[in-house]
């Protein structure tokens, strides 16, 4: 494989001029001279490192992104996206599925900042960033993603997320406008300022419409694997099985995914339930499985193209010194999209199995 030298050799001229014509230093070079050295480029098929050039100016091209897993569908989707928008900006995406560890996510941090790497992205929604604080402060630049910077102040140089609240706030709306007043709650273990915010959304559209929400109806995988991000269908097939099995179980119920809410309605039928004539299930995200899944799932729908488009603008504009007047942080409204998967709640003592 030819190297800058042979290049250099075959054009009759020094190295560093070759240089400055792979590097665009070319206004002074006489017409002559860069005909020569992209001659010899040419008939040599000599591709420049761009790696190695990027090490030596301390400008590399290529963001991290730290998700929980790609497992779910919603992170394999937004990872695409977001390297789509990068990609579109001359920048590589080094993905990297922490499932949500702190300590993993810290060394994953640790790894990328000794490759260079200056602009990290992270999805996680940590509750905490204090793990991530001392990786700011040497100079890396963290993108939250699906989260706020509340409590991230010092740390997060930009974000975006939509209001987790209210998109909880408005598949509970909608379950009870339909007349539900059992419903239920299932998620992996809570501790993620996403799942929090969903749930206490939910809890206060209860409260607002006079319903007092039961504990008992909250199903939150405390025996999961971690967060249960690679688990989501087969946990929430476990919990609306142990919830359908209450003396008094919910009529609808309102996941943290539609991971989670395929899972649910699994594992309704397999008790005998029907989706949505027995039971109505809603979900949060809008991943692709949604909407072909039987029944089409009603859910919440994250814009997560305009999002992914928008985290990456913001890291690239900070790192590359070219911010705007655009306010660094944005969340976006969310999306109820409704489908068939919830419908009224049936008569009573209808929903008695044998």
């Excluded at 390297?83 to 810290?106: D, F, S």
């Excluded at 919440?300 to 992914?308: F, G, L, N, S, Y």
Aim: hydrophobic share 40%; net charge neutral; glycine share 8%.
């Amino acid at each position: 494989m030819a190297g800058i030298k042979d290049v250099a050799k075959r054009a009759g001229v020094s190295v560093s001029t070759v240089s400055n014509v792979i590097n665009g230093r070319h206004a002074k070079m006489g017409a002559r001279t860069l005909r020569r050295v992209q001659e010899a480029i040419d008939d040599l098929s000599y591709t420049p490192n761009a790696v190695a050039r990027q090490l030596k100016s301390g400008q590399i091209k290529t963001l991290g992104l730290v998700v929980p897993s790609v497992a779910n569908p919603f992170w394999g989707n937004a990872s695409q996206l977001i390297e789509k928008a990068a990609l579109k900006r001359g920048y590589q995406v080094l993905i990297c599925n922490a499932e949500r560890e702190p300590e993993l996510e810290a060394t994953y941090f640790s790894s990328l900042y000794a490759s260079s790497i200056r602009g990290t992205i992270l999805g996680s929604s940590p509750v905490s960033f204090d793990h991530l604080r001392e990786h700011a402060r040497n100079g890396m630049h963290i993108g939250a993603f699906d989260r706020t910077t509340q409590g991230a102040e010092g740390v997060v140089t930009c974000s975006v997320s939509v209001d987790q609240s209210l998109g909880a706030r408005l598949a509970t709306r909608h379950l009870i406008g339909l007349g539900h007043r059992r419903i239920g709650f299932i998620s992996g273990p809570i501790g993620t300022s996403s799942r929090t915010a969903r749930l206490e959304g939910m809890r206060q559209e209860l409260e607002k419409a006079g319903l007092t929400p039961d504990p008992d109806l909250v199903w939150l995988a405390t025996n999961a694997t971690g967060f249960g991000d690679s688990q989501a269908a087969e946990l929430g097939r476990t919990g609306i099985r142990e919830l359908l099995t209450l003396d008094d179980p919910p009529t609808a119920v309102f996941t943290v995914n539609d991971m989670y809410a395929i899972g649910a309605c699994s594992g309704a039928r397999e008790l005998g339930f029907r989706v949505p004539e027995d039971l109505s299930v809603v979900g949060f995200d809008d991943i692709i499985m949604a909407k072909v899944m039987e029944p089409p799932l009603t859910t919440i729908r994250q814009p997560v193209e305009q999002m992914a488009e928008l985290i990456v603008k913001k890291l690239i504009a900070t790192l590359e010194g070219t911010e705007t007047t655009d306010d660094a942080h944005v969340v976006l409204r969310p999306e109820l999209i409704v489908r068939s998967s919830t419908a009224a709640p049936p008569a009573p003592n209808a929903q008695e199995k044998d």
